[in-house]
């Protein structure tokens, strides 16, 4: 069974005024744990905004949600399909899992698809 992306232990949060101590009283009644950014880390939060960036501009504006059921859908795709199959320049192009061997020089191209074409991976296929 696929693990569901939205079962969070801890939010991190950044301390603007918005975040009451009632947001956190809330959240913590719910069982989770709240962790505020230190003061004047501006860029501390950069990788999670990128990253709500990234699945907001590559799966989510595509479409039209339905329902949670149709959100953890799209969500646990979008991160198989970034955690598994793109590779990173940063990283001479290796995805960030998996297996990082020399892919073969031979054989078919085949392509895996996720949401219907949106996310498309294309590796070789041993022969």
Excluded at 62 to 83: D, K, M, P, Q, S
Excluded at 107 to 113: F, L, T, W
Aim: glycine share 8%; net charge neutral.
């Amino acid at each position: 069974m696929a693990r569901d992306h939205f079962d969070l232990g801890h939010v991190i949060r950044d301390r603007d005024t918005k975040f009451s101590g009632l947001f956190d009283t809330i959240l913590r009644s719910q069982g989770k744990g709240v962790i505020p950014l230190p003061v004047r880390a501006p860029n501390l939060n950069a990788f999670a905004e990128r990253w709500v960036q990234s699945i907001k501009q590559e799966c989510l504006d595509h479409f039209i949600v339905v329902g949670e059921a149709h959100l953890n859908f799209l969500v646990n795709e979008y991160v198989a399909h970034y955690t598994e199959e793109m590779p990173r320049q940063a990283k001479e192009n290796l995805l960030l899992t998996g297996d990082w061997s020399a892919p073969p020089s031979e054989g078919p191209i085949r392509c895996r698809m996720r949401l219907g074409g949106l996310l498309n991976h294309y590796y070789r296929q041993a022969a």
